[in-house]
């Protein structure tokens, strides 16, 4: 085989790979990159023609981030990784301070814990108070530093006769339910810099402060005048002679007695007249002379 002949074939083999591989990469290659490349520049288009609902969406993200913080940052409440009793007690003490006298037994009645979050319940029973301080101390539990949530509350007023001023002491009877929260998973929520210190408020009104006293004293404190025990011996105008405890006293109109006063004095009639007020009930007394049964006989 000749040099020419040899050549000639050698280059016949190289045209045919090179025509070969063009041939490929045009009908075969070409098309398929072309497919990608147009999938791409649909893509890119689609998320172009998304651009401003992208960016409404990112912008709603960014206001609601701006919530979340400014409310974390200006959240008022601390909420501890856990709570005991003693550290409980220890904050409704601080409560106590602050509203005034009243006092409780506090009983535990166990833990509800979630997989984040949990309050331990306690009771607080027994409880006696005036009405104001009671109010100030609920309001401290419901506005305070720490999370509490009253679950349930029952009051009741009771009435008692003080034995040396025989006047009605009125009070609060109370229980409540109360839980404690705590967080466990996130630390940073057992501080805040926008929790401060109260400013107590008194009770708008007192809904506890009865019209009328269900008990009231029957007998007089020892150096009061009880209108029903006394006897009238003479009436003059504008004046009356009266006997208490055996003692003859001179009584004028609006002179004191026990719950009242003297409020009318009838010569023609020989009788005086005391309105005094039993726990809310006015009552007017009247007191004759009580003449001699046997002078009446003659």
């Given amino acids: 085989m000749t040099y020419k002949i ?6 016949g083999v190289v045209l045919f790979l090179i025509g070969g591989g063009a041939a490929f990469w ?33 912008q709603r993200l960014t206001a609601q981030f701006q919530d979340i913080k400014r409310r974390y940052d200006s959240r008022s409440k601390e909420i501890p990784q856990f709570d ?39 009771k607080l029973e027994l409880g006696e108070s ?10 401290f539990l419901e506005n305070g530093k720490r999370l509490y949530k009253i679950a349930t509350m029952n009051m009741e007023l009771k009435e008692v006769v003080d034995i040396l001023t025989k006047e009605t002491t009125k009070w609060i009877a109370f229980e ?12 940073e929520l ?41 006897d009238v011996k003479a009436v003059l105008p504008g004046k009356a002679f009266i006997l208490v405890d055996n003692e003859l006293i001179v009584m004028q109109l609006g002179d004191k007695v026990w719950r009242g006063y003297l409020s009318a004095i009838a010569p023609s009639q020989s009788s ?13 007394i ?13």
């Fill in 176 to 187: 409540m339910e109360l839980h404690a929260y705590y967080v466990r998973s996130i630390a």
């Fill in 6 to 11: 040899r050549n000639t074939i050698a280059l």
């Fill in 272 to 284: 005086v007249e005391f309105t005094v007020n039993e726990g809310g009930v006015v009552r007017k």
């Fill in 84 to 122: 005991i009793s003693s550290q409980t007690y220890g904050y409704m003490s601080r409560g106590i301070d602050v509203a005034g006298f009243l006092k409780f037994d506090m009983k535990f009645l166990g833990t509800d814990e979630g997989p984040v979050w949990g309050f331990n319940a306690y």
């Fill in 130 to 139: 005036n009405f104001d301080n009671y109010y100030k101390f609920v309001y």
């Fill in 26 to 58: 045009y009908l075969f290659w070409q098309p398929r990159s072309l497919k990608a490349l147009t999938q791409q520049i649909q893509d890119i288009d689609k998320e172009l023609d998304n651009l401003p609902l992208l960016a409404e969406e990112v």
């Fill in 190 to 230: 057992g501080t805040s810099l926008a929790a401060k210190g109260l400013t107590m408020v008194g009770a708008p009104f007192d809904p506890f402060n009865p019209i009328i006293l269900m008990t009231v004293s029957t007998d007089a404190p020892l150096d009061e005048i009880n209108a029903d025990n006394v």
């Fill in 286 to 298: 009247v007191k004759k002379i009580q003449f001699d049964r046997r002078r009446r006989k003659l």
